[in-house]
């Protein structure tokens, strides 16, 4: 989704909101003016009339208003053609963090992303990833976006996602691209 940062809207319907970063759930009305702040990966960031950041998943996209909904870059893109993890990890680069407009493998949290073949010939992957600080309570809506575009791999039957603390997660992480647009060189 292409839609331009810092605009203010006026919700049309209520929809479910994730508060950034403590995960807690809330419901925004119709009528509620937010102001869009991101719209990356199929969810989009916005911030509330009283403050707070929330991210809104492309399943409540409609109530932004906004002329095209929020999806998943290049969904269902890997969903033909022959296995290959390098596929699930191109996937993930479409996962962001809700708070930092990089992708969750440019900064860093892919710890490991390894597929084993299935009996039925399909593939099992899993993947090891953590959040840029244990507190986080986004870790478990990251590791659902991370599940989902794992499937939309061509050959993928099971994805397991784990959450790991182990190393913890460092700023020597992120790519070169990821430090060199947050300023960070």
């Given at each position: ?14 929809c ?8 807690q ?15 990356l ?81 399909g ?63």
């Amino acid at each position: 989704m292409s839609s331009p940062r810092y605009v203010t809207i006026e919700l049309d319907r209520s929809c479910l909101a994730t508060v950034i970063p403590g995960g807690q759930l809330m419901t925004l009305e119709p009528g509620e003016r937010i102001t869009v702040v991101q719209t990356l990966g199929g969810s989009a960031t916005v911030q509330t009339e009283v403050g707070y950041l929330v991210r809104i998943g492309a399943e409540d996209s409609a109530a932004l208003g906004l002329t095209d909904p929020v999806t998943l870059e290049g969904e269902g893109a890997a969903a033909v053609g022959p296995f290959d993890v390098e596929q699930v990890i191109e996937q993930l680069k479409n996962v962001f963090d809700p708070e930092i407009p990089i992708n969750v493998v440019d900064l860093g949290l892919i710890y490991d992303c390894d597929a084993y073949p299935l009996a039925d010939g399909g593939q099992r992957v899993e993947i090891r990833m953590s959040m840029t600080a244990p507190g986080c309570g986004m870790g478990d809506i990251l590791k659902e976006d991370a599940r989902t575009a794992a499937e939309s791999v061509a050959g993928v039957r099971e994805v397991d996602v784990e959450l790991v603390w182990d190393p913890p997660w460092g700023l020597e992480r992120m790519s070169e691209s990821a430090r060199l647009q947050l300023g960070m060189y």
